[in-house]
């Protein structure tokens, strides 16, 4: 058994309209699974899992949609090479008001720094509470999450958008098997 807990407010989307969202992450990995709505606790059974990697990628994807992602985006873990990685904000910051304000940094005017960042790595993104998740490919995912930390540790935009470009080419490169 594995377990993972999700907030009530991202109940609805582990769950999906009618129930669909949850039977169809039961399909893709062979698990049962049961949600607590009072608590939020969530029990994956991996008992039917004929790959024991596809209990781990259920319990990656509630993890990912109790940090915000929509079902599509969460789905993306069932990929063979995606993963989940979930940086706490709280870590970086020294007061309850820096939160807010990186936060507020990770996310940029109108969402640009996020954009960016998903665009120019192939990595989504999400900021939710006090948290910073990504999902992506190994390769990828390090150039991201470089990125995030960055911005976590109080650079300025413009020298993580210049990191960002400078290592374009590399994803590039990566993607077309050099």
Known sequence: MLYARI?????????????VTKQRLQ??????IAVDSM?????????????????????????AMARGF???????????DAYLEVLDIKDF?????????IRARLIGTRGKTRRIIEELTGVDVSVWGH??????????????RDAVIMLLRGSEHKTVYRFLERKRA?????????
């Not at 590399?170 to 050099?178: E, I, N, R, S, V």
């Open 131 to 144: 948290t910073i998740a990504l999902i992506g490919g190994t390769f990828e995912m390090v150039i991201a």
């Open 27 to 32: 399909q893709s990995t062979g698990t049962r």
């Open 170 to 178: 590399d994803l590039k490169a990566y993607q077309m098997g050099f």
């Open 93 to 101: 910051a020294h007061s309850k008001n820096r939160v807010a304000q």
């Open 70 to 80: 929509s079902e599509d985006r969460a789905f993306r873990l069932l990929d063979e």
């Open 7 to 19: 907030p009530a407010e991202r109940l609805g989307v582990l769950i999906g309209p009618d129930g």
């Open 39 to 63: 608590s939020g606790e969530v029990t994956i059974d991996e008992t039917g899992a004929s790959d024991p990697v596809l209990a781990l990628k259920a319990r990656d994807i509630v993890h």
